[in-house]
């Protein structure tokens, strides 16, 4: 699998937030994009997974190929099924009332890959929870695993080490890792020992 971004420039109005963003990466492969807060990391990973233009309106010209296709010329609802995105605050993704749901929500009759994905988040006893009863690190995991459910090529995560602890984000490095072989993963922190592990 193959993505591209090739000449990606992006303003709010008048305001220019990203400029002539280029860069390629394979299956196999974590990108990580270090920067402090208000650096514009949010936004262009908003571009990688079609939330802007789709959902999200500003000047935007450039593109964002995932196996030789333009994401910015797809619908919105078949973009997400290529490209998985991970909010800054898990919260923010998520849409029924208790963890099973939320998994199956996007996950085919068939999916067998869902009791692999629980068992490697860790999620068996908390399948019947509210995402509101949850830790920050669960709700990390629960959002991740979500995501994974729909089998994306291109998984796009946003300060995913920002509400958990040092012990999460270690174990979150590492699932990383594991996921790797098959994707790729962009990675948007400003956190450097997660961008080191």
């Keep these: 699998m193959f993505f591209k971004v090739q000449g990606l420039n992006f303003s709010y109005g008048n305001t ?35 939330i802007i233009p789709h959902l999200i309106n500003g000047k935007l010209t450039g593109s964002v190929f995932v196996d030789g296709k333009n994401i910015f010329e797809k619908q919105f609802d078949s973009i997400v099924k290529k490209v998985g995105y991970i909010f800054q605050d898990p919260e923010n993704q998520f849409i029924t009332l208790r963890v099973r749901d939320e998994l199956e929500l996007v996950a ?76 790729v993963i962009i990675l948007f922190t400003h956190d450097l020992e997660l961008a080191k592990n």
Excluded at 33 to 49: I, Q, R
């Design 108 to 183: 085919s009759a068939k999916n067998e890959n869902m009791l692999s994905i629980i068992d490697t988040f860790q999620l068996k006893e908390i399948l019947d929870k509210a995402p509101s009863e949850l830790s920050m690190g669960q709700k990390q995991r629960v959002a991740l695993a979500s995501v994974l459910v729909a089998s994306p090529q291109v998984l796009v995560l946003d300060e995913p080490g920002s509400t958990i602890d040092p012990c999460g984000v270690k174990k979150l490095s590492q699932i990383l890792k594991h996921l790797k072989s098959d994707k």
């Design 16 to 50: 220019p937030i990203l400029k002539d963003i280029n860069f390629s990466a394979e299956s196999g492969q974590i990108l990580t994009f270090v920067g402090p807060n208000g650096s514009g990391k949010t936004t262009l990973s908003y571009c990688l997974a079609g």
